[in-house]
């Protein structure tokens, strides 16, 4: 299927998923082998989802005669699930009535690591649209003037919001860097459902994700009234809201990675605050120091 621009992307990635139940889970250890019949029933119903596209007609992205100026904005929506990663691109221009435009400009979708967890795969979508997003924006270099990520995820804003944590594991700071360097501080998060990304994410879509008048090609409604306004009415929050603090990634730990252990290091990638310091932490310095020496001295005495 040639689709150079991706409008059809949720649609692939369902037939690409597919193809990799073939391998780990058709139990075809030779070429002469037959494949499972379930999964060779779903790659054919599958097939026959995108063969209803045929008579659909798109129309071909451009400038809107009624834009008032090229000061553009690029919106970027990615999302990411147990199997897929997908993100999609639309630029936005100012009207002269009012309001703005929203353009489909490209789509991808990936598989996902099936080793990694949800939060790194939601930050692997979001970096692997900085690459497209880099190339859409030197080629509409005189239109493009601002670059904004939206994701679904509050984790990935958190660690985008705290910058390079020097603490963090090389895999997140390499991509929290690349995140920044090309966003810079326009990274938002929004639901779920109001996320167009999310239906490219799914393994059985469906041929009206991607019609010509669905919310995937046409783009949010939001974003006709412009970004502020968004941010106004609470449809997307800035990354400075999910700023991380002792007891976030705490909660963060017990909830994504499980309970403490008792012994050992921790294997998280986030530092946690030892629950001592999270009951203590609004005593003065010399209180703690004072509180150590009299434990100090009290195992002294008992020697």
């Given at each position: 299927v040639y689709d150079s621009t991706g409008t059809l992307s949720p649609l692939i990635g369902s037939l690409r998923l597919s193809f990799r139940d073939c391998s780990n889970k058709g139990g075809c250890k030779n070429w002469d082998e037959g494949i499972d019949e379930n999964i060779r029933r779903k790659f054919i119903e599958r097939m026959y989802q995108v063969n209803l596209v045929r008579n659909m007609t798109y129309n071909r992205s451009g400038t809107p005669k009624d834009a008032t100026s090229k000061n553009g904005t690029l919106y970027v929506f990615t999302d990411a699930s147990q199997e897929m990663n997908q993100f999609v691109c639309y630029l936005s221009l100012p009207r002269e009535g009012g309001g703005h435009?929203?353009?489909?400009?490209m789509a991808k979708n990936h598989l996902a690591s099936q080793t990694s967890t949800i939060p790194r795969k939601e930050l692997e979508a979001a970096t692997l649209s900085v690459a497209h997003a880099e190339k859409i924006g030197m080629?509409?270099?005189?239109?493009?003037?601002?670059?904004?990520l939206i994701v679904d995820s509050t984790i990935v804003l958190s660690w985008v919001g705290a910058g390079v944590d020097p603490k963090s594991t090389c895999y997140v700071k390499d991509r929290v860097k690349l995140l920044i360097n090309t966003y810079k501080d326009q990274c938002y998060w929004t639901a779920t459902h109001l996320n167009p990304s999310d239906c490219g994410t799914r393994a059985d879509p469906g041929v009206s994700v991607v019609a010509p008048d669905s919310e995937f090609v046409l783009g949010p409604t939001w974003i006709r009234h412009g970004l502020d306004e968004a941010v106004k009415n609470g449809t997307i929050v800035h990354m400075n809201t999910y700023t991380r603090t002792a007891r976030d990634m705490r909660k963060y730990n017990e909830e994504i990675r499980g309970p403490r252990p008792v012994q050992g290091p921790m294997p998280y990638e986030l530092p946690v605050l030892p629950e001592e310091t999270l009951e203590h932490e609004h005593l003065e310095p010399t209180a703690m120091m004072i509180k150590g020496e009299q434990s100090n001295l009290r195992k002294k005495s008992l020697e």
């Open positions: 435009t929203c353009t489909f400009i080629s509409l270099k005189n239109i493009i003037v601002k670059k904004v």
